[in-house]
């Protein structure tokens, strides 16, 4: 007897239960992975050469690329922009330096000071083995305009001499003598502002800002010891031929401010007065502004969640994402698109991303854009469209421009959670500015299952790995040692044809083996029921957790206020003993972020 006779074999591709489109026709993704010891940057150059390569092959005319995350990209962007922004800044402080010394020759004295401070600066950073990155490049940006700030009290006061008549050697002595305390002062004060953080506990926002506080506290080090040492000297050897001559500030606004300062200590009282209350206005605006310990995430694209309800089959979902294209492409002009990228699969996943333009992906044109697909997507029967932010909702507090409080409930039976985590759903309904609520009730799939029941197992001598067999190779089939084929290993599979697969309705008759060589029905042996299960099951502390998130309405309320509302409507709510409800992990890092 062979294999032939009783079974048929056939090499075949594994069925998909997946699918792409992009732009409405069938796509494949690719993911390209760096090896550990690489340069991002230089391994994403690499693969834009091959992409580009592939746009201008004719054999592969027609087919569109979406690059939908760049890692490379974002990381230059990062690095120019400090980059522009400190060299803006520093020709920006140096014609400041111009307007008020009126000098060409002391503003390029003071001007030396800032790439001389950088120069030290990175040799020192070399010295503590600190690296270039984001972190310390905006240190760096944060520092160029303290870096003028010692030249300035050292430049002006050697200015000052002169314009007494001193010599300038003398004048450079004396100006740098009489203020050498203050400036060490300042900059005293200036690295002991940031130097609370080499000190505190680590956190994520203490190691971020670890970076940023040594380099500036580095620069600005370095900035005292070039303003007491090269600006006196460059004063004397660049002294100007003529005597200074005083300035628009000095011959106009010194004056007006002076006067400003007698009438203030002339009026204490009155001065106090208008100072508490410009103080006590930032009150409300304190109140107001938005909270956040999350990074600003931006992005150029807005995502159409599919919530399905049902089981459901590859192609059904396909035909789910065909209408909802169907509908975006028929307003491009309208919603101004660049592509649209769509991904679906049996396992309960499915959505679509609408992407803008690189240059108008701006915050308003995302929000515009959500609330044009979120007010105009159409209603599609057994499928719930969810506009937004499900792909960030994990995080349990959404991105920094949206409002999401979540609420974590803990416990030991994900069942019970599951019901408790309703109760909450059910709680926020109706609140105050409610834009939507994720929970357990738009979570999940349908799953068969089959409960065993032990008594009647073992009077018909049935184990239950007879029962966990059976329904497997009738419906999944049974994976067998891997086949040495001429090009590498193939999988193979033992089962039965596709259309020979018992359904539901007959798996009550399913003949289940038992130890005394006879067969019995499962139905005798166990109880087959429909029902829902969560995605996944996660776990805090060693504690089983459920999460409800609920979003609200960014232009109402701030993060605090919404937090407020949640737990207005939270009081009063009971858990059994060995159950509680906190604000998670989304809680944590947020005081953290805050308290830091």
């Known amino acids: 007897l062979r294999v032939g006779d009783v079974a048929v074999v056939e090499m075949r591709e594994p069925r998909l239960d997946y699918g792409r489109h992009l732009d409405r026709s069938f796509a494949i993704g690719i993911d390209v992975y760096k090896e550990p010891s690489a340069n991002t940057i230089a391994v994403v150059e690499k693969a834009l050469e091959r992409i580009e390569e592939i746009r201008r092959d004719p054999q592969l005319e027609g087919i569109n690329v979406l690059i939908w995350e760049n890692q ?11 980059r522009n922004a400190g060299i803006y800044g520093g020709i920006l402080a140096i014609a400041v330096l111009h307007f008020f010394l009126r000098r060409v020759r002391t503003t390029a004295v003071v001007a030396t000071a800032i790439p001389f401070s950088l120069l030290v600066t990175c040799g020192a950073m070399y010295a503590l083995g600190a690296q270039f990155n984001v972190l310390t490049l905006l240190g760096l940006m944060l520092g160029v305009g303290m870096l003028v700030d010692n030249a300035v009290v050292v430049i002006e006061n050697i200015h000052r ?8 050697p003398e004048a450079a002595r004396l100006g740098a003598r009489q203020v050498a305390l203050a400036v060490v002062a300042s900059t005293a004060t200036s690295i002991i502002v940031w130097s609370w953080l080499f000190v505190s506990e680590p956190n994520t926002m203490v190691l971020m800002m670890g970076e940023v506080a040594l380099t500036i506290c580095l620069a600005v080090a370095c900035s005292l010891l070039i303003s007491l040492t090269f600006i006196p000297l460059a004063s004397a050897k660049m002294a100007p031929s003529e005597r200074p001559q005083p300035g628009i500030v000095v011959r106009k606004i010194v004056p007006a401010y002076r006067r400003v300062l007698d009438w203030t200590l002339d009026h204490r009282i009155v001065t106090l007065t208008c100072l508490f209350a410009i ?22 694209e807005v995502p159409i969640f599919m919530q399905i309800f049902d089981d459901t089959t590859r192609d059904v979902l396909e035909g789910y994402v065909d209408q909802v294209e169907e509908w975006v492409f028929s307003r491009k002009e309208e919603l101004g698109f660049d592509s649209v990228y769509s991904f679906y699969s049996e396992h309960g996943f499915c959505m679509t ?11 308003d044109a995302l929000e515009r854009l959500r609330s044009q697909l979120r ?5 599609i029967a057994g499928v719930k469209l969810e506009v937004g932010d499900r792909d960030n909702w994990w995080r349990h507090g959404g991105p920094e421009d949206r409002r999401m409080v979540s609420v974590a409930l803990h416990g030991e039976d994900p069942e019970y959670l599951e019901k408790l985590s309703m109760d909450v759903e059910e709680r926020m309904r109706g609140l105050e500015h409610l834009e939507e609520i994720w929970g357990p009730t738009i979570q999940g799939t349908k799953e068969l299952r089959l409960m065993v029941d032990a008594d009647a197992a073992h009077s018909l001598d049935v184990s239950p790995r007879s029962v966990a067999d059976a329904v497997g190779f009738a419906f999944r089939g049974r994976r067998m040692r891997r086949f040495q084929g001429p090009d590498g290993e193939v999988e193979m599979v033992l089962g039965l044809p596709e259309d020979a697969q018992p359904g539901i309705d007959a798996l009550a008759d399913l003949p289940v083996p038992n130890r005394s060589g006879g ?3 499962l139905s005798s042996v166990a109880d087959i029921t429909l029902a829902r299960t969560p995605e996944w099951i996660r776990r805090e502390d060693r504690q089983t957790t459920q999460w409800v998130t609920v979003q609200f309405d960014k232009e109402a309320v701030t993060t605090e206020e919404a937090k407020k509302l949640v737990e207005e409507r939270m009081d009063g709510f009971t858990v059994p003993e060995g159950y509680s409800w906190d604000w998670g992990q989304w809680g944590h890092d947020r005081d953290e972020a805050l308290g830091t």
């Open 72 to 82: 490379g990209e974002a990381i230059r962007n990062s690095l120019s922009g400090l």
């Open 353 to 363: 991303r609408v992407y803008l333009p690189a240059d108008r992906a701006t915050p």
């Open 375 to 379: 007010d105009g997507l159409p209603e």
């Open 279 to 300: 103080a006590g206005s930032a009150a409300w605006p304190l109140m107001k502004i938005e909270k956040s310990g999350d990074l600003p995430i931006q992005t150029r």
């Open 161 to 168: 001499y002169e314009s007494m008549g001193k010599p300038a």
């Open 519 to 521: 067969y019995v029905p």
